[in-house]
C-alpha cells in the first residue's frame, strides 16, 4: 500500500492546519514539543501534559502496521505487511487483480523492548476485489484464539488530483476476521468477502465508512483490564463526503473515531448482530450502545484532522491513551497527537499534538506488555517514512532511529511543572 506506488508532489499550503506558531526542531532526548492547530478540539490535560523521548530505541525488520497483542503465555502476537521479516515477503496490494493480496503474522518473543526476537512469520492470501489492497486491522489474542482482522483499500492504489499524488486516498470496509487456535500455524477464514462485509459498508466511488480499520483496544495481558469482559475496538472513518479536502478518508485520514464492542469468541466475532455500537450519550451524559449500526455515532469528532487510531489501558493510572494520527493528504509529513481519559468514552483531553512526528510517523500504539509498574514510561510502537525519497523529497528520521519497520521508542509521561 505504502511502498509500493509513486508519489507526486505533495501538500498544499490551503490543505494544511492551521497553526499558532511554527514548531521548533523537536529535542532530543527531551520533551516533544506540542504545537496544536487553533482549530483544536480537545482541551489541554492537568495531569498529563507531554511526551519525553528519553533517547532510547530501537527498530525490527523492514514491514510495517505492527499491532502486537499480548497472550497468556507471555509472548506478543503481532500483524505486518508490506515488506519482510526474516526474509520473507509480503504485499497487501494487488493491483490491478485483486487476488493476492497477503498479510503477514508474527510471535514476538521477549520482555526487554531493546532485545526482542521476531519468530514463526507467516502470510495468508485474502482476496481483496473489487477493492485492490487488503490490510491487516484489528488483532487480539485472547482465550488461545487469535482473531486477525482486515479491511479493503482502494479501488484506486495511488490518484491525481490538481497536480498532486496521493497513496490509497479511499478507503473501504472492514471484512471480518480469520482466526486460529493454534498460534498461527493455520487458519480459518472469515466467512464475509470485501464485496459482502462485516457491517455492510461500501467505499467504493468515494463513498465514506465508518468502521474502515478498526484496532482492538489494549486493555493488557489476555485483555485482564476490561471492564466488563468484552473486546472493545476503536475505529476511524468520515460520515460526510461534502466539500471536503481530497482522500478525507482513507487509511491514514479521517474526522470522526468510533467505538464499538463485542464478546470475543468464535462464534461471535464475525456476527454483526452480537456487535454494540457506541450511539451517544443519554440524558444523564452516560454513554448509550445500540446493536442498531444505523444508530451508531463517532465518539470523537475534528473535521479534516483525525485519522488512523489506537486506544491502550494505562493501568497503573487508570488511564486510556488513545494514538491518533492526521495524515494530511496521504503522503508526506504526519502529525500525531495523544488524548488521555479516565474513562474509554471520554472526555478526552490533550496530552500532546506532534507536527511531523516521524517526520511520517503511522501506525502509533502503545503496547501494554511494555508500560513500566507505575504507568508512567511505556514504549511508543510505530513505523515510519514510506515515501523516503519520492519526488526528491528527503524524510527525516524524527525522532532518530524511525525508519520503514517496527520502530520502539522508550517515552516518558510528563505530569504538570516537569
Known amino acids: 500500500m505504502r511502498r509500493a506506488f509513486l508519489f507526486g508532489v505533495v501538500g498544499a499550503l490551503m490543505l494544511l492546519p492551521v497553526f499558532l506558531t511554527a514548531d521548533p526542531a523537536p ?3 527531551g520533551v516533544w514539543p506540542s504545537t496544536a492547530p487553533m482549530t483544536c478540539r480537545f482541551p489541554r490535560s492537568g495531569a498529563l501534559t507531554g511526551l519525553e523521548f528519553t533517547g ?5 525488520e523492514n514491514a510495517d502496521t505492527w499491532y502486537p497483542s499480548w497472550a497468556a503465555d507471555g ?21 490491478p487483480a485483486g487476488k493476492n493480496n497477503a ?31 487488503r490490510y491487516p486491522a484489528g488483532n487480539l489474542m485472547h482465550g488461545g484464539v487469535w482473531y486477525y482482522g482486515t479491511y479493503c483499500t482502494g479501488p484506486t492504489g495511488w490518484a491525481q488530483h490538481d497536480g498532486l499524488t496521493y497513496n490509497w486516498p479511499w478507503e473501504g470496509p472492514f471484512v471480518g476476521f480469520r482466526w486460529s487456535t493454534d498460534l498461527g500455524k493455520t487458519w480459518t477464514q472469515t466467512p464475509h468477502t470485501p464485496d459482502k462485509p462485516l457491517f455492510g459498508e461500501s467505499g467504493l466511488n468515494g463513498h465514506p465508512v465508518k468502521i474502515g480499520s478498526p484496532h482492538f483496544v489494549d ?46 469468541s468464535i462464534a461471535n466475532m464475525n456476527d454483526a448482530s452480537k456487535y454494540e455500537f457506541y450511539a451517544g450519550t ?4 452516560a454513554p448509550s450502545w445500540t446493536n442498531d449500526f444505523t444508530k451508531i455515532k463517532p465518539m470523537l469528532a475534528w473535521r479534516d484532522t ?36 479516565d474513562a474509554m ?10 507536527r511531523d512526528f516521524g517526520e511520517e510517523g503511522y501506525f502509533l500504539n502503545f503496547p501494554s506488555k511494555f508500560v513500566s509498574a507505575d504507568g508512567k514510561t511505556l514504549w511508543l510502537c510505530y513505523a515510519a517514512n514510506f515515501a523516503q525519497g519520492k519526488n526528491n523529497t528527503s524524510l527525516a528520521s524524527s525522532p532518530p532511529g524511525g525508519r520503514y519497520g517496527m520502530c520502539l521508542q522508550e517515552v516518558k509521561l510528563v505530569g504538570p511543572g516537569q
Open 27 to 29: 529535542p532530543y532526548p
Open 56 to 60: 532510547r530505541h530501537i527498530e525490527y
Open 75 to 95: 509472548k506478543l502476537y503481532s500483524s505486518w505487511t508490506d515488506g519482510n521479516v526474516n526474509g520473507m515477503n509480503c504485499s497487501s496490494d494487488d493491483e
Open 103 to 133: 498479510t503477514g503474522n508474527a510471535t514476538i518473543i521477549g520482555d526487554d523492548p531493546m532485545h526482542l526476537q521476531i519468530v514463526d512469520n507467516a502470510t495468508y492470501v485474502s482476496p481483496s476485489a473489487p477493492y485492490l489492497g
Open 219 to 264: 486493555f493488557g495481558q489476555e485483555s485482564k483490564y476490561s471492564p466488563d469482559g468484552k473486546a472493545y475496538l476503536v475505529a476511524h472513518g468520515a460520515s460526510d463526503g461534502a466539500n471536503r479536502r481530497f482522500g478525507f478518508d482513507s487509511w491514514i485520514t479521517g474526522d470522526e473515531i468510533y467505538l464499538l464492542r463485542v464478546t470475543p
Open 282 to 285: 443519554d440524558a444523564a451524559g
Open 306 to 341: 483525525m485519522g488512523c487510531v489506537t486506544m491502550t489501558y494505562d493501568a497503573p493510572l487508570k488511564k486510556y491513551l488513545l494514538c491518533v494520527t492526521n495524515g494530511r493528504q496521504t503522503t508526506m509529513k504526519y502529525d500525531s497527537y495523544v488524548l488521555e481519559s
Open 345 to 354: 468514552t471520554g472526555p478526552w483531553k490533550l496530552v500532546t499534538y506532534m
